[in-house]
T-cell receptor
C-alpha cells in the first residue's frame, strides 16, 4: 500500500488552457474525494465518488470542472478554460466505506494559472 | 450548513511545552465526527485525532488530546511535550455521521504551529 498518489504534483498553465489531474486512491478504497485548497485557507470540498458513481458535487464545481472515476479506480479532474482564480492546491482523498470512513489524503496537485 | 472556525492563525510553543489550539463549529446535527488534521510543509495531510460526538469521553492519542465541549460546540487540541516535528498547519474538521451520502469534511482555516527550541 503506497497511499494516495496524485499526478502531476505541479502544473503551470496559461489562462484559457485545459488541464487534467489524476488521483490514484488506496487500492481497496471505494470512496474518493476531491478538495481545493487556496493559500491560507482550509480545503474545500468539490466532489466525491462511491465506486464509479459521483454522489455529491459542491456549488464550487462550476461547469468548467468535470470529474470522472471510470471503473471505480483512479479519478481525473479536468478544468476547462482555466482562469487565474483556479490557482490552488487540488487535493484527493480516499476512504473505505465504514463507520469512521477515515479519509487519507494525497500530496496534492498545485495549479498555477498565469 | 455546517461551519468550522479556527480563530488562531498562528501559535508558537517551545519544545517540550504544552500548547492548545482552539476550534469552534456550528451544526444543527446531534451526531457527527470532529477531527484534527496536521499538514506539514509540502507534505500531505494526516489525521491526528478523531472524536465522535456521542462519546462524552475526550479522545487521546499519545501526546495529543482533545477537549470536546458539545454544548459549547468547542473542540480544542492539546499537544503535550511539543516536538520540532509537530510544526505544521493544523486543521479542525467536521463530518456528519455517515448516513446516506453525507461524507464530506468541512475544514476550518487552520492554525500554523511553530515549535521553537
Amino acid at each position: 500500500d503506497t497511499g494516495v498518489s496524485q499526478d502531476p504534483r505541479h502544473k503551470i498553465t496559461k489562462r484559457g488552457q485545459n488541464v487534467t489531474f489524476r488521483c490514484d486512491p488506496i487500492s481497496e478504497h471505494n470512496r474518493l474525494y476531491w478538495y481545493r485548497q487556496t493559500l491560507g485557507q482550509g480545503p474545500e470540498f468539490l466532489t466525491y465518488f462511491q465506486n464509479e458513481a459521483q454522489l455529491e458535487k459542491s456549488r464550487l464545481l462550476s461547469d468548467r470542472f468535470s470529474a470522472e472515476r471510470p471503473k471505480g479506480s483512479f479519478s481525473t479532474l479536468e478544468i476547462q478554460r482555466t482562469e487565474q482564480g483556479d490557482s490552488a492546491m487540488y487535493l484527493c482523498a480516499s476512504s473505505l466505506l465504514g463507520s469512521y470512513n477515515e479519509q487519507f489524503f494525497g500530496p496534492g496537485t498545485r495549479l498555477t494559472v498565469l | 450548513a455546517q461551519t468550522v472556525t479556527q480563530s488562531q492563525p498562528e501559535m508558537s510553543v517551545q519544545e517540550a511545552e504544552t500548547v492548545t489550539l482552539s476550534c469552534t463549529y456550528d451544526t444543527s446535527e446531534s451526531d457527527y465526527y470532529l477531527f484534527w488534521y496536521k499538514q506539514p510543509p509540502s507534505r500531505q495531510m494526516i489525521l491526528v485525532i478523531r472524536q465522535e460526538a456521542y462519546k462524552q469521553q475526550n479522545a487521546t492519542e499519545n501526546r495529543f488530546s482533545v477537549n470536546f465541549q458539545k454544548a459549547a460546540k468547542s473542540f480544542s487540541l492539546k499537544i503535550s511535550d511539543s516536538q520540532l516535528g509537530d510544526a505544521a498547519m493544523y486543521f479542525c474538521a467536521y463530518r456528519r455521521v455517515n448516513t446516506g451520502t453525507a461524507s464530506k469534511l468541512t475544514f476550518g482555516t487552520g492554525t500554523r504551529l511553530q515549535v521553537t527550541l
